[in-house]
Nanobody, 122 residues
Framework: QVQLVESGGGLVQAGDSLRLSCAASGRTFSSYRMGWFRQAPAKEREFVAVINTSGGDTYYKDSVVGRFTISRDNAKNTVYLQMNSLKPEDTAVYYC???????????????WGQGTQVTVSS
């Protein structure tokens, strides 16, 4: 069992940066691939980024490449999402999730956080 708690969301202006954190409970954090997803109002949840167990491999949604960076600190049981050059279309609730697989589909993720709101004003 893994419990995930996101933090770091907020209201920013276009072009600003935010860093989201996701703290995980349990001693097996380092064995999980970790992903970030987001859900905007009236839209389906979508994949944003994923990182493998060691942090050496990552993959991103096309629209965030070059702006967002996913990383993890296994000693702190935490995964991060650094978001730079934010755009209004990045506005959404952001969720972190844990999976046994390195994937982009929400269905392969076993554990989810409660989400943190990111709002980007123009």
């Amino acid at each position: 069992q893994v419990q995930l708690v996101e933090s770091g969301g907020g209201l920013v202006q276009a072009g600003d940066s935010l860093r989201l954190s996701c703290a995980a409970s349990g001693r097996t954090f380092s064995s999980y691939r970790m992903g970030w997803f987001r859900q905007a109002p009236a839209k389906e949840r979508e994949f944003v980024a994923v990182i493998n167990t060691s942090g050496g491999d990552t993959y991103y949604k096309d629209s965030v490449v070059g702006r967002f960076t996913i990383s993890r600190d296994n000693a702190k049981n935490t995964v991060y999402l650094q978001m730079n050059s934010l755009k209004p279309e990045d506005t959404a609730v952001y969720y972190c999730a844990a999976s046994r697989f390195f994937g982009t589909a929400a269905r392969v993720y076993d554990y989810w956080g409660q989400g943190t709101q990111v709002t980007v004003s123009s």
